[in-house]
């Protein structure tokens, strides 16, 4: 991000009055010069209590490849100017800036509210609008792939882990989640999450994975070819996956997501606040069955072309990466024996061996 001498520019009356005709009228997303400066992500919940609400904040991204000047360029709800960027800014390709700090309330919240935040250029021109479903206390309204057109404009609203400042996505490094095991039955009773390293050793200190509102700290590091089995509360994922829908995010110490997948129907949210499925997503399984990544470095970001219904095999490669193990960790050894040796003896075994805790942030 580069930044200048800022020089005022004063917006008139009737300029402001035409800009808020325009937000009052758009209903869906609308492109204008500067396409590729979107909203990328905004806390809307930010306190998580009723009332007056402080803290809230918006993030608008380039996703373009040449920079654009974004000096005076302002967001706005449905009524009135809640932030503009006051100093002199040019985004290079790929940076974020944030309206940070903005007045008490900013952004609506209440159910029955016209939840709605634009983006203005500083002519007055119309960039963009997003509409957006009621918000969960403290969970961010984040743009899935930061806003890549093959992902369709889709939000997640359940982000309790937002990447405020960052992309909301990086480049796919080598770890991913390659099983996710969300339906159990009575031979397989242990649902569980798996992530896996292809690649060099990678330290995931204060990385997370998150299911929908509920965040999984990670510990330690990774070696080529290790898996980690995220498997719940020290007993099961049982009361957390969903048997029909979900998703998992694997997120880096920022919080920007190097790996996500969807199965079933997991609804999103487009621009104009509706719920839309994602069109990728994993096909749901029968009861019993996992979705595995196969092979289990491959990643098109189209998990429908990347998993595939298997029986549930927690730390199994089915396909031999070279040069990469796949070792077993003590944790993988403790999945795969516990529903033989008891819940007391599970969980004093969880405790002495695993590094992974659960924190579950809302109800």
Not at 342 to 363: M, Q
Request: hydrophobic letters at 40%; glycine letters at 8%.
């Amino acid at each position: 991000m580069k930044s200048k001498a800022f020089k005022g520019i004063v917006l008139t009356t009737v300029l402001a009055a035409t800009m808020l005709l325009l937000l009052s009228t758009v209903q869906v997303s609308v492109k204008a010069a500067d396409a590729d400066v979107e909203i990328n992500e905004f806390l809307v919940n930010a306190t998580g209590l009723p009332g007056v609400q402080t803290g809230q904040w918006v993030e608008i991204i380039n996703t373009g490849t040449t920079d654009v000047d974004v000096t005076n360029w302002y967001i706005i709800n449905t009524t009135k100017i809640i932030g503009t960027i006051t100093s002199s800014t040019t985004l290079g390709a790929g940076d974020v800036y944030v309206f940070d700090n903005l007045p008490a309330n900013s952004l609506a919240f209440s159910p029955t509210a016209a939840r709605k935040v634009g983006l203005y250029d500083d002519t007055g021109t119309f960039i963009e609008n997003v509409s957006y479903p009621t918000q969960y206390a403290l969970d961010a309204h984040t743009q899935l792939y930061d806003g890549a057109d093959w992902a369709g404009d889709l939000w997640d609203r359940d982000n309790l882990a937002p990447s405020k400042g960052y992309k909301n996505f990086v480049n796919p490094g080598s770890v991913k989640v390659s099983e996710v095991y969300y339906d159990n039955d009575s031979m397989t009773p242990v649902e569980f999450i798996e992530i896996y390293n292809s690649g060099p050793a990678v330290n995931i200190d204060n990385w997370n994975v998150r299911y929908k509102f509920f965040l999984f700290d990670l510990m330690g590091s990774l070696d080529a070819g290790d898996h980690a089995v995220l498997y719940g509360n020290g007993v099961n994922f049982t009361t957390y996956l969903h048997d029909s829908y979900g998703n998992a995010y694997v997120l880096n110490e920022n919080n920007q997501s190097v790996d996500m997948m969807t199965w079933g129907t997991q609804y999103y949210y487009n621009e104009a606040g509706s719920g839309t499925p994602f069109s990728y997503y994993c096909p749901d399984v029968a009861t019993g069955h996992s979705l595995e990544r196969i092979p289990p470095f491959t990643d098109t970001d189209q998990d429908s072309n990347d998993f595939f219904e298997v029986d549930p095999s927690p730390c199994t490669l089915r396909y031999t990466v070279p040069g990469v193990g796949g070792a077993i960790t003590p944790i993988d050894k403790l999945l795969m024996i516990m529903p033989w040796i008891g819940l007391a003896s599970a969980i004093a075994i969880a405790a002495a061996t695993t590094a992974i805790t659960i924190k579950k942030r809302r109800p």
